[in-house]
């Protein structure tokens, strides 16, 4: 059966661009880690044709464009690594991209979920000098493992030693996942069974060997071929993408990527198979994990030290570099995990997914962030004001009892089932909940739980909080849809704190605080006409994903919510007239004005807002808005987080609704 997936009917994202308004480090912010936007392709080029180990990032097609980046090296670090420069926007250039030299010149290789071939970008300039021509369009046939495969990532590489580099192509195969064909916003769908086991099967990927009859600017491919590793066809756990390398040996070495947050590992045989697959292990001999999911590799000596090393780009946007510290008993190289690659002239990213939130933790009267993020983090930017502007510092992960906080769904806790283990979509609001006269942090994420994360009271910064404590409900902890931001709000400015999430069900719910963690008297909100809220028609996990903001957004001295939308809401719940789905088709910020009482707050039909006249929409996953006086003018303006990673700051006056 094939399974079709939301994603599939997703619009490519082309603008609006809002760069332009994204929050900026500090100037004394001189190294951060390198952005590559959501699900990042990393590969290592000499771009300048000097022998520099210049950065290419791309990125997924739906949410931004597939656009692809570049860092150059403009120094070396004492370690050895590249210092990296600005980034540079390569144009005309898209999807998942990596780079195959042609003598003194390389070509481009773009692979894409979205299409089902493969482009070359032939490089008609000169070394040093790179410009592509229009793309040459591959549309392959193979034998094909399952068919309905997606292409993942593709790279030419001389794999026969024939000295011509054949196509090598990642899968992506999803039919086998899906319990019965449903999938995680279908009518009918069930993950998990009673005792929490996947009612699935496995995510699969698989590599594919195109033989090259043409060249490498114009290929001439044969039928592919499963690249077989000891006597079957090489798979990992869905989204394959490979690197090649030789690790210190005369033997080939293939490392493939997956979805989870592992690498596969295999040599090539003097016959020229492989070897069955190993994971990639650590100094320790144990498996070296990474920190989040859908991992696309390169091989380059990073540090210049003479062993081949792997970069390796993630979900988050992150590139983790991963050192080869020597060949083990086994004959397969060992690593350590380095952390993430920094570059100067940093541009800010809260992983992908960021939800901020604000408060003046430092009491200098401009507003800090605490941004959550799909990892499951918790970061926190202080703030600073610099010539009339202001900016943020170098991120900081928040710890609660000392443990940096990460949320992670396990391999139960996601409703799109176990691939999502890595995830955790944790979404933070910040009050003085246990009434310490300190702002404390609520968050709810990937499960659908409702944490607590009580502020010590400690004059440090960052902030210091206790362990995680649940909210409860009926004796329970509280489990509404997952993604959603929740929010505080004291209704009748009495003390009385309420506080207002999705439910199970998504329908916009208001529970009393009874103690710091007991939640009692739930009612539903109401639309103006008296209907519940609802932000969408669809079931299980479409239900979720909105972040919800509280303020006096008019000066009213009413309470309206301000919400973030993701591409597939439909606000009023109408497929055929309801936004972003019936009008951007792109997440959305929008605003409903209380138009009822403190003790029966009611909402009118939301409106959209505009950013300088055009109506926002911002991709496909999610936009995150927090109402704030950022810059101490005496009015609300909007924060937002973008999917891509960045921050904006909307301005008030640029605003319209």
């Not at 300039?125 to 399952?146: H, I, N, Y």
């Not at 939800?355 to 959550?372: E, I, K, Q, T, Y």
Request: proline share 5%; charged share 25%.
């Amino acid at each position: 059966m094939s399974v079709k997936r939301w994603e599939d009917d997703a619009t490519v994202w082309h603008g609006p661009d809002y760069g332009s308004e994204a929050l900026q480090y500090h100037p004394d912010v001189k190294s951060a880690a390198v952005a590559g936007r959501i699900i990042t392709c990393v590969e290592v080029v000499d771009w300048s044709g000097t022998g520099t180990r210049d950065l290419l990032l791309s990125a997924w097609d739906p949410c931004y464009d597939g656009r692809v980046f570049l860092r150059r090296q403009i120094g070396t670090n004492e370690d050895g690594s590249p210092i990296l420069g600005k980034e540079e926007l390569v144009e005309g250039v898209r999807g998942y991209v990596t780079a195959v030299r042609d003598g003194d010149v390389f070509h481009l290789v773009s692979a894409s979920r979205m299409r089902k071939q493969i482009y070359i970008f032939p490089n008609v300039g000169s070394k040093g000098d790179p410009e592509f021509a229009d793309p040459v369009r591959l549309d392959l046939d193979a034998d094909w493992v399952k068919g309905n495969e997606y292409f993942h990532m593709a790279r030419f590489h001389d794999i026969d030693g024939d000295g011509v580099p054949e196509l090598i192509v990642g899968s992506d195969y999803w039919d086998d996942y899906w319990p019965n064909g449903l999938e995680w916003n279908d009518e009918g769908y069930r993950g998990y069974d009673d005792a929490g086991r996947w009612l699935g099967g496995p995510l699969r990927g698989f590599l594919y060997v195109f033989k090259n009859k043409g060249t490498l600017a114009s290929p001439s491919l044969e039928r592919g071929k499963a690249l077989v590793s000891g006597e079957t066809p090489l798979e990992v756990y869905g989204q394959l993408a490979p690197a090649f390398g030789r690790f210190g040996s005369d033997s080939q070495t293939v490392i493939a990527g997956e979805f989870w947050n592992i690498l596969h590992i295999a040599r090539q045989h003097e016959d020229g198979t492989f070897a069955p697959t190993s994971l990639i292990a650590a100094v320790n001999d144990e498996v070296l994990e990474l920190d989040q999911c859908i991992h696309l590799p390169c091989v380059v000596d990073w540090d210049g030290d003479g062993l081949e090393d792997i970069l390796v780009g993630a979900e988050d946007g992150y590139v983790t570099f991963l050192k080869n510290v020597g060949i083990s008993e086994d004959g397969l190289p060992r690593f350590e995990k380095r952390g993430r690659v920094e570059t100067t002239k940093p541009l800010i990213h809260a992983g992908v997914l960021p939800s901020p939130a604000a408060h003046d933790f430092s009491g200098d009267g401009h507003f800090d962030l605490v941004v959550g993020n799909s990892t499951g983090e918790l970061l926190f930017y202080a703030s600073r004001e610099e010539n009339g502007m202001i900016y943020l510092d170098k991120e900081v992960m928040l710890e609660a009892d000392g443990k940096p906080v990460r949320l992670a769904a396990g391999l139960t806790g996601s409703i799109q089932g176990p691939s999502e283990k890595m995830f955790g979509y944790s979404c933070p609001t910040l009050a003085n909940w246990t009434g310490s006269g300190h702002m404390d942090i609520l968050v709810s994420d990937v499960t659908g739980r409702h944490r607590l994360f009580r502020n010590t009271g400690e004059k440090t910064i960052p902030p210091r909080f206790g362990a995680e404590e649940f909210l409860t409900y009926k004796g329970k902890p509280l489990k509404t849809v997952w993604r959603v931001r929740p929010a505080v709000v004291d209704w009748e400015k009495n003390g009385q704190l309420h506080y207002v999430a999705l439910d199970e069900d998504g329908v916009l719910s208001d529970w009393k605080k009874a103690s710091d963690t007991e939640l009692v008297e739930k009612h539903f909100l109401r639309w103006e006409n008296g209907d519940e809220m609802r932000f969408t028609v669809d079931v299980g996990g479409g239900r979720g994903r909105v972040k919800l903001c509280f303020c006096d957004w008019e000066g009213t001295g009413r309470t309206d919510l301000i919400f973030g939308t993701h591409a597939r809401a439909c606000v009023p719940p109408d497929p055929q007239t309801g936004a972003p789905r019936n009008t951007t088709k792109q997440a959305g910020l929008f605003l409903s004005r209380n138009v009822g009482t403190p003790e029966e707050p009611r909402f009118a039909l939301p409106i959209p807002f505009k950013f300088r006249d055009e109506t926002i929409a911002m991709a496909m996953h999610v936009a995150s808005p927090e109402a704030v006086d950022w810059a101490g003018r005496g009015a609300l303006d909007l924060v937002v987080g973008v999917e891509d990673g960045s921050i904006v700051w909307l301005k008030r006056e640029e605003l319209s609704w």
